[in-house]
């Protein structure tokens, strides 16, 4: 057994990174500024998008793309239920209703097979979920999205370095990335907004700070004099230069950190694959770069005899982490009480929400640190080592 818990997740911090926000807090410019400009500028090479626009989360990001595409009451927006709440919960705050496409029970990713048969006329966006570091295939979902006249966005949260087809996710379309501490490249708390709709990006600018005719901060109107108009309602959602210059050194590392969960990964397929009660997920061709932000095994329940959180605490008790991502957003209390599905609706969706479990993964991990989490998951289901 482990002397000192081992966490799921830990963000990659370096001296430089430190060094570069410390740089940031003497200069005397802490807000949005040309950190967050370059931050975006990099970003935008980074993945070959046709423009980035930073923000203060991927909730922001999504929430003013909701208000930029005008979303609200009477409207439907199809996403999986395998993910995380916040976009759920933006749907529905905007008075529009989620709608949910089932996932492939092994890749936890919708399609355009599961996605086709929610489209109605009520239909105004899709937002399918690239999951784990894995990509969605997009190709066949474009060509519904673009047949059908909606809109579609990406939920990127999981994909900073996954490549589609070769092509990095954010260069093709919308696409809306994370940078949350458990994320490949964390800014603390931010996110990113890509697009190849340049009209798109520029509302997302002025909703993201005010609703201003100008972004947080323009090199031409520093002072504000005269002061920029309000062209509409909007928010406060603005990045700013201490999170951006972190981001900066992280985006910097992103290719090198993401090959060090790579060789984790694999190390974890080659000591688990005798272990037939842990299912790790299933690869897929069209994901020609796989980012490994998580690795997410399906625990056996009817042939441990143990619960997911069962299996979970005894690894605690070893002194290794684990996360849950995620419990379906239909099964949780509010969603449950208000869309009222019926048990067995997403059948894919369920299966894997009772079994799910990430195991610890990030690039400060040793490979010794991977056999201890196998050895560990061994002992909790009694397989002889």
Known sequence: MRHAFLPFSRPSITEGDIEAVAQVLRSGWITTGPKASEFEQAFSHYTGACGSVAVASATAGMHVMLAALGIGPGDEVITPSMTWVSTVNLITLAGATPVFADIDRDTLMVSARTIEPCLSSRTRLIVPVHFAGSCVDMDPI???????????????????????????????????????????????????????????????????????????????????????????????????????????????????????????????????????????????????????????????????????????????????????HFRAVHQQKYFAETLGLSPGSLPNTEWNSDRICSLPLCPDMTEEDVLDVVEAVKAVLSVKC
């Not at 309602?233 to 090198?256: C, E, F, I, S, W």
């Open 142 to 324: 474009r060509n519904l999205a673009r047949d059908k006249g909606v809109a579609l966005v990406e939920d990127a949260a999981h994909a900073a370095g996954t490549q589609y087809n070769r092509c990095t996710i954010g260069r093709t379309g919308t696409a809306i990335f994370s940078f949350h501490p458990i994320k490949n490249l964390t800014t603390g708390e931010g996110g990113m907004v890509c697009s190849d709709d340049p009209d798109l990006l520029d509302r997302i600018k002025r909703l993201k700070f005010h609703g201003l005719g100008v972004d947080a901060f323009d090199r031409t109107m520093q002072g504000r004099s005269p002061q920029a108009q309000v062209l509409e309602p909007g928010y406060k959602y603005n990045l700013t230069d201490m999170a951006a210059v972190l981001g900066l050194g992280q985006l910097a590392r992103l290719d090198a950190m993401n090959q060090r969960r790579r060789v984790l990964a694999e190390c974890y397929q080659q000591h688990l694959m005798d272990i037939d009660e842990v299912m790790p997920l299933a690869e897929v061709p069209h994901c020609t770069r796989h980012a490994w932000h998580l690795f997410i095994v399906r625990i056996d329940t009817d042939r441990t005899g143990m619960s997911r959180d069962e299996f979970m605490a005894r690894l605690k008790a070893l002194n290794i982490g684990t996360g849950l």
